[in-house]
């Protein structure tokens, strides 16, 4: 027999994982839609000056590229291919590539189609992108993101609402999670404060491996990378200030030192951020003080309703283009303990199209991670399936053309359902029916006919009875 | 400023495109579901070995390829390239590509997984493919497929299913089309007849262009070919069988012609179109009556609702893998007068990956072409926009937390609310409501606090009143 296999990094997926999978895109739809954001599509080739050299060196290698169609060798690079030199050779025989993510192509489109929008521009767009990474397990050369961004407003209720939208993703999935959210100029402020300003990205690198390396692996890093004394106990504080748990009250210190020490992008980081987690309390607090009845002022501090939502003075994240507020999402249950959800505001995106000064800010779910954690916990809803609710039993051609009556008349009432193709035995019939998960079997045979009603099996109780079309109906949509 | 383009041939799609590219699929994937079909997905990119040699020599060049990650020239073939050898040095240099259909990857997924399915399978699969066409009018790199298979499975029940799936969809549009359908062995048994055998696929090319290129046409490439005159005056009787318009009915002679004959393949052919005319009459004609009050038969013979389904004798189709009945899909009404769904069946599409004797019948709606013509038409429902349905004007900071309540009291009354993020000027923020067709404004002013109410515009008419939030659910649910 051949051997058949897919590209390695790539799956399939089979019925019951692509209505898990529909179940996740539908939740996250349904929240973007609900909060004024509309769908846009890009295609998945974009032109190579369009990719490249917008993810890093690191970035450029893992972008897949598509070879020139026809006799390619006869425009490449002679001197490349004389010196083997296979990154020039690259350059003149591939023209686009598979795009990496779907910011990237969402700047492009803003530029490009900038004249047809009215900003501020809310788009959504729930999409596959592929890296050319190792394969490993939870990570795949083939992966959907589903990103919301804002673009044309510096509101901060943009990033309020994006805070607001993922608790409203994951209190669907019922998946609990901590929500953690910094400022980039908080941490340009730190950089400035411990006179590391020119290796600011460096150092908020090694601050990003926190959460995996602990502090003593963070003291590690730092003095092998050859930072000094200060900026290490600069650093124990900080984590000291994270760890205390109460992030914004405690760091408080750190905008009077921004303040005084007049560093203006710490102190506009901070205010950022305790103006986001002062709405976001505000709104919640009174919110849930009109759907609640509150008894004890104290009882409904300690039940506070949005404290999933953490300052994180450590918190970095990688992407360069982030400005302002960033945010990530940790969550608390199952045995995955990485980002499942990220995002933030960048100041000029578009810049590098030629559209400057538009902010925008922007969130991207990671649909594997969730489906497998989802999986792990059991959170799927059991009705995660889009099979037939009802199979009707082939006995033969004399039969089928009513069976077929009743197949057809059972749709246009919307119940999906559908009569076995082939007169085989009855006992294969079922066996397929309880492999697709179908519930229910329908037999119609002469004397069925005459009386007009089918002969109804339930097939996990096992129970049988004889109904008329009516009742079928209702049977069915218990 | 830089200028942004995408690679040819490819497409943006804008909110107002995805909500009519929405509407088409999720018509195409409710009438699938109804029947019992279920959806899978494939990667994007196939290992050439899965895909090369299936579309014949003009397809494999039509086939995106990925160039390999990393220093591919280490591995590449010296002596191709040495030559100037482009199609060689691609082999040396890619191991994967974009799928050029939703076909091969299915015979692929099916090989694959044979012991994890059960046969009958009924799989729906709605993804883009990629082909390196010349762009034109119409004609896209990238382009979405919606098909429909059921493999394992010989009855002609399949193929009557989809038949009346494709009325379906095509009634859903409430668009007008012709459904033409035929048998490949037929078009066997005619080049029998004609002497011709081995040149049957030659034959068969020339005749499926008699749409295009009429009698005359055909004779002349006929000619052009070689083909001698008995072929030629056999190709006329056949043209006048088709456009007499009784198909079905006149072409009976042809069975008794191929039975007389001892032509197996053209006896079956015949036999199967006369099966699936005859079931599909019958299934429709009792459904007819049975909802219908027939009192006269002939009026009921003069509005009998399957006329839209004719034998075509010349139908052939161009893929080489169908062996039964064929199916094309032409509108009858608007500009586009070419095929917007096909399909067959093949008796032996995962042989190639070695698994044999699998018969499988499907279908194919080109979504693309079908967005023209609804557009072209005005067919597309007038609602078809997934826009928010009421936007909160934004006053300033004191008021937007009060509208934040309302907006996501609205939201879990699922309905799609948006707060304009920033306090700019209120025209600006009616003309953002207006561009992105948002039914209905809202303001929430100090004095509107007080009293409990929000002062609503309907911008359509104009209209302004003041509203609880009840009766703002209620003028908005209408």
Known sequence: MAKVSLPKGTRDFSPIEMARRNYIFDTIRGVYERHGYMPIETPAMERNDTLMGKYGGEGDR???????SGDFLSKA????????????????????????????????????????????????????????DRPQKGRYREFYQCDADVIGSNSPL?????????????????????????????????????????????????LDKYDKIGLEGLINELTKNGFDKPVISGTIELVELVESGEGIKKSESLLKEFADNGIDDGVKGMESIMDIMSGLAGLLDKEYRASHNIEEEEDFIAQRPWDN???????????????????????????????????????????????????????????????????ELGLFPPETSSSSHIMFINFGIKETEDSMLWVRKLRRDKINAELYPDPVKIGKQFKYADSKRIPWVAMLGEQEKEENVVKLKNLESGDEKYVRYDDLISQIAK
Chains 1, 2 share one sequence.
């Open 62 to 68: 893992l972008i897949f590229r598509i070879l020139n």
């Open 77 to 132: 690079d002679q001197d490349a291919l004389g010196e083997g030199n296979s990154l020039r050779t690259a350059n003149s025989i591939t023209e686009k590539s598979l795009r990496y993510d779907l910011t990237v192509p969402f700047a492009r489109y803003v530029v490009q189609h900038q004249n047809d929008i009215t900003f501020p521009f809310k788009r959504y767009q729930i999409q596959p992108v592929w890296r050319a």
């Open 158 to 206: 943009n990033e309020l609402e994006l805070i607001l939208m993922i608790r409203e993703v994951f209190e669907q999935f019922d998946l609990d999670v901590e929500i953690k959210i910094n400022d980039r100029r908080i941490l340009q402020g730190l950089s400035k404060l411990l006179g590391i300003e020119s290796r600011m990205v460096e150092f908020i690198t090694i």
């Open 309 to 375: 939502v953490k300052h994180n003075l450590a918190l970095a994240r990688g992407l360069n283009y982030y400005t302002g507020m960033i945010i990530e999402v940790i969550p608390k249950e199952g045995s995955i303990k990485s980002s499942i959800c990220g995002g933030g505001r960048y100041d000029d995106l578009t810049g590098i199209f030629g559209l400057p000064n538009m902010s925008g800010v922007g969130i991207s779910f990671g649909a594997d991670r969730i489906y497998d954690i989802l999986l």
